[in-house]
């Protein structure tokens, strides 16, 4: 496994992000890393992560399963263009859409398992599916679709200066 | 707009949930009202809440959907029985499945207003059709396919005496 995660790589104005942001101190900062071609993230929810008791919420396994994604996106991109990973510009990915199976109660005392790989790419296009499971027992599983962020979402963001 | 959201008819041991849990002090605390046939709830993110500067990020849109979605059915499980709101034994569902679309970035600096409808009821199961909006405008729209919490989550969840 790398040691650098993907997200070590983000630029500074966009790693404020709740998910997946360096930044953000009181984020989830998840961090994933390549293993072959499988992209992997390990993430221990604190106690208040519940949903019915003893079980992590629902939100949670999304909020995981699309960072993790766009951030497989993101490094994917580096891979496909034959360019080492932190390299300006930046390929950042943002979602068009999420989907999530969930299909057991995941257990919240425990380490979550995260496991992506990309299934398409066309143009501005990565689809990412990946598995949420513990201790082997997969819980959820989600798909998501990342495309590249435009230039003019960063250029129109309301209320930030980041690109001023 | 009724007074009374439906979260607060969630009994105790079920109310911890990060999304929409009363009891849950670092959570959402989201709050879900009928408007007719339609479920509502609005939210206002905190800063941190971010994606992409000046944007929601979309882990916090998707728990939003999940957590209104599944009050939306336990809402309605009741009306569907002819019951009255808060009586025992309270209908509780958990998420099978959850789609997103997300449309348009969503300002984080705005108040999300979520509208929910049912589309589709058989056995168990009570699919709920959403949107999410600022000022008029869609942002996301989200799927849920909700089913009644089995008895079996709730006895074998472990680390909790919730039920003992």
Redesign the interface.
């Given at each position: 496994m790398a040691d650098v995660a993907f997200q070590e790589y983000y630029p500074d104005?966009?790693s404020?992000?709740?998910?997946c942001?360096r930044l953000?101190?009181?984020?989830l900062c998840i961090k994933s890393f390549w293993e072959g071609d499988e992209a992997v993230c390990h993430f221990r929810p604190?106690p208040?992560?519940?949903?019915?008791?003893?079980?992590v919420?629902?939100?949670?396994i999304?909020?995981?399963i699309?960072?993790h994604s766009t951030a497989t996106a993101s490094a994917t991109a580096y891979r496909r263009a034959s360019r080492e990973s932190g390299t300006a510009p930046a390929p950042?990915y943002?979602?068009?859409?999420?989907?999530?199976?969930?299909r057991k109660?995941t257990?919240?005392?425990a380490v979550l398992e995260l496991r992506a790989h990309v299934t398409e790419m066309s143009g501005r296009k990565i689809v990412v599916a990946s598995t949420l499971s513990v201790d082997g027992v997969t819980c959820a599983e989600g798909v998501v679709v990342a495309v590249e962020?435009p230039d003019s979402?960063?250029q129109t963001?309301?209320?930030?200066d980041?690109?001023a």
């Open positions: 104005e966009l404020h992000c709740y998910g942001g953000n101190e009181d984020g604190h208040y992560h519940t949903g019915p008791p003893g079980y919420y629902g939100g949670l999304a909020s995981l699309d960072c950042r943002v979602t068009a859409s999420l989907h999530v199976d969930y109660p257990p919240i005392d962020m979402m960063l963001a309301p209320g930030t980041a690109h």
